[in-house]
């Protein structure tokens, strides 16, 4: 006696295919590619069939062709006799968005990689922020969106501009999750401590993500802060030590062109408070822009968790100099 298919709930298909439930539903209603069979009328359930359509849909998006044709040619390509070609030919934009180099990463990087490849931004968002929710940020970060971000720049370095919105879309939502995921300090934690921890790039830097995670991963701790973003110019980023009394202060460099030594020096320098009792604050360097750079009297955290320790350890033991 034969065992009737195994069909599987929308959930289950979208984690297999590492695609949103909400790409699915948009997909069944607007290319047809729904499933054959409702259970009690109202819920999906998928059949292999159905599972074939849709791995065919999520393989010829993936290369670069349109949704609407590539409906059409999964459809066909399921009710097709074995070996017969009728997926259409992926176009020339597509050689650059096949696959990404990934290498030996977390399964969660493959699934991330096929949605940014798709531009599916539900997917994304929604991989990034099951992430987060069950890892942590400092994994989520370091295991699950820096490898992916990785394998898309390389790809986008090899391919020229024909990658750029893969980047750009991927890191979008790698800042939206980062933010969202950023909780507030416990009521009255300022006012316990000396200063939040100021985070900012130095002027003339554009890269931003590594200092949200860092920001982020800061609140898991309870541990207040003021983010300034991208290419704080040099006086504000002054102006602002001065206003805030901060318990340290990042840097964030990428690129050596960016690194100011005299900028660090100057913050690492600047006191206030009354006489007798003044303070300054703990300059902690990030970034590779700051390689081979002096850093006498600052702080280089070789990794985002010792980054944490210091600057946790820093704001809640901080004392006058």
């Known amino acids: 006696m034969s065992q009737a298919p195994v069909s599987l709930t929308t959930g289950s298909l979208a984690r297999r295919l590492g695609v949103s439930p909400t790409t699915l539903r948009s997909w069944d209603r607007r290319y047809g590619i729904g499933p054959e069979v409702r259970a009690d009328g109202r819920h999906r359930r998928w059949s292999p069939r159905d599972v074939a359509v849709l791995e065919a849909m999520c393989r010829l998006t993936s290369s670069g062709v349109p949704p609407a044709e590539a409906a059409r040619a999964a459809k066909k390509t399921a009710d097709a006799p074995p070996g017969t070609p009728v997926e259409p030919a992926a176009p020339e934009r597509s050689k650059a ?119 982020a991963a800061l609140g898991e701790l309870d541990v207040p802060t003021r983010m300034f973003g991208a290419a704080v110019p040099a006086e504000a980023l002054a102006a602002a030590v001065q206003r805030l009394g901060p318990s340290a202060v990042v840097l964030w460099a990428q690129a050596r062109s960016t690194a100011s030594a005299p900028l660090a020096g100057h913050l690492a320098g600047t006191q206030w408070g009354m006489q007798g009792a003044r303070r300054r604050p703990v300059v902690v360097l990030g970034g590779p822009g700051w390689s081979g750079r002096s850093a006498h009297g600052m702080l280089r955290p070789p990794s985002l968790e010792d980054a944490l320790v210091v600057l946790s350890g820093t704001h809640r033991t901080a004392s006058p100099r």
Do not use: F
């Not at 909780?183 to 790039?201: D, K, Y």
């Open 97 to 215: 968005a096949g696959s990404l180099p990934l290498g030996d990463v977390r399964l969660e990087c493959r699934g991330l990689a096929r949605a940014a490849v798709r531009l599916d931004a539900p997917a994304v968002e929604e991989q990034l922020t099951e992430a987060v929710a069950r890892h942590g940020i400092v994994v989520a970060w370091q295991e699950v969106m820096v490898p992916t971000l990785h394998a898309v720049g390389r790809k986008w370095a090899s391919s020229g501009d024909r990658y750029v919105e893969v980047e750009h879309l991927l890191s979008w939502h790698v800042s939206t999750v980062l933010r969202r995921s950023t909780r507030r300090p416990t009521p009255g934690t300022e006012a316990a401590v000396t200063g939040p921890v100021l985070l900012a790039c130095v002027p003339g830097e554009q890269h931003t993500l590594p200092i949200e995670a860092l920001n």
